[in-house]
């Protein structure tokens, strides 16, 4: 018996676009097909988070959502965040601290930090952990990637701060 092929149409980091799918396909499956290798396949279980991207500004696991369900919305994958010559400020904190061994949790790690500092003011530590919980590493012990992500986040608290206008009203 054949499988049916339908179309399904979202925005996809910022540009509309249509891709044949079937009914039983999942978004990460879409989208590694289409070439979006960055997101990652680990467990496929919605227990690893390898395989995050950003829906409708939420964390999600692309692996437990079909691709139709991405109809209509607006998804981010980690081909949105900077380039290796322009990297996003989470990008260069995770470098800086030597935070990246097999990377392979990286860009998970990189889109629910992305969704939790847009999302989220003044993140706490605990905020912080509990947004993060999802995404696993197996490699670093996380300490490193925290010390990124913590500096990450008041790197952008400090941003404000540091555009506003001197002198201003008292
Ligand atoms: Fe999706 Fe592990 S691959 S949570
Ligand atoms: Fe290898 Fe996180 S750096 S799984």
Redesign the pocket.
């Known amino acids: 018996m054949k499988t049916a092929v339908n179309t399904v149409s979202f925005t996809l980091n910022g540009e509309k676009k249509t891709f044949s799918t079937r009914p039983d396909e999942k978004l990460?499956d879409l989208l590694r097909r289409e070439g979006y290798k960055g997101t990652k396949?680990?467990?496929?279980?919605?227990?690893?988070?390898?395989?995050t991207v950003i829906m409708d500004g939420r964390a999600v696991?692309?692996?437990?959502l079909y691709a139709m369900q991405a109809e209509g919305r607006k998804v981010r994958t980690i081909e949105s965040m900077g380039t290796h010559d322009k990297p996003a400020p989470i990008q260069q904190e995770l470098v800086a601290a030597g935070a990246v061994q097999c990377g392979y949790c990286i860009p998970g790690i990189i889109m629910s930090a992305t969704a939790l500092m847009e999302a989220e003011k003044d993140i706490t530590d605990e905020v912080a952990r509990e947004y993060m919980d999802g995404n696993l590493c197996r490699c670093t012990g996380y300490e490193k990637i925290w010390v990124a992500l913590r500096k990450t986040i008041d790197r952008a608290a400090a941003e404000p701060a540091k555009k506003a206008p001197k002198g201003g009203k008292k």
């Open positions: 990460l396949y680990g467990c496929g279980q919605g227990t690893c988070g390898a395989c696991y692309a692996c437990l």
